[in-house]
């Protein structure tokens, strides 16, 4: 199947693999074939970072599917960096302008960070419900991009949030399963 990665400078290239090939053999395809070092590579697929040991099928890569591929951890996905990523010194901001689709009602126009956590959405919301200029659900909501539930800890641009994208508000709460470590 092939698969399509994007760098973090928006180099684009698509890579025939294995329907079972783990994430370590990808690496190494994509060592082979553009030269990225396997140690500096980190994949991302829908927010999350791809371990090593796990396979397409596990985090169910399909032909097409588009993957994140940067060189260096990114900051959302460091455990040592305190400092916020907006904040962070020699970090380029790049704005979004994306549109916020509650369940009814108009769209809302919104100016985001792409470096910033979802969550910034709900902030923003929430002075716009205080303003009455918005009505949010009452029993709670969450977002979802791309038919997908979006994980209000990472960034945007972790869910690949594009200039001119629309996210959707549902209402209810999403509870996350744990596996149990044997």
Same mark, same amino acid.
């Given at each position: ?6 760098? #973090? ?7 025939? *693999? ?18 990225? $070092? ?27 599917? =588009? ?7 990114? $900051?959302?996905? @460091? ?9 962070? $010194?020699?970090?380029?901001?790049? @704005?979004? @302008? ?7 009602? =108009?769209?809302? #126009? ?23 200029? *918005?009505?949010? $659900? ?7 991009? @791309? ?14 949030? =594009? ?20």
């Amino acid at each position: 199947m092939d698969l399509i990665f994007e760098t #973090a400078e928006g180099r684009v290239f698509t890579l025939e *693999v294995w329907f079972f090939a783990t994430v370590l053999e990808m690496k190494e395809a994509i060592q082979k074939r553009h030269g990225f $070092p396997v140690p500096r590579q980190h994949l991302i697929f829908q927010g999350k970072l791809l371990e090593d040991d796990r396979n397409t099928e596990f985090y169910g890569l399909l032909h097409g599917s =588009r993957l994140r591929l940067f060189l260096e951890l990114p $900051p959302e996905f @460091r455990q040592d960096e305190p400092v916020s990523v907006a904040q962070s $010194p020699g970090q380029p901001m790049q @704005r979004l @302008r994306i549109m916020v689709q509650p369940k009814f009602g =108009r769209k809302i #126009a919104m100016e985001v960070n792409a470096l910033e956590n979802v969550r910034e959405i709900r902030k923003e919301l929430t002075k716009l419900q205080d303003k009455q200029k *918005v009505i949010l $659900p009452a029993d709670g909501y969450f977002f979802i991009f @791309r038919q997908n539930v979006m994980d209000e800890d990472l960034s945007f641009q972790c869910h690949d949030v =594009r200039h001119g994208d629309t996210i959707e508000i549902f209402s209810g709460t999403v509870i996350i399963g744990t596996r149990d470590k044997i």
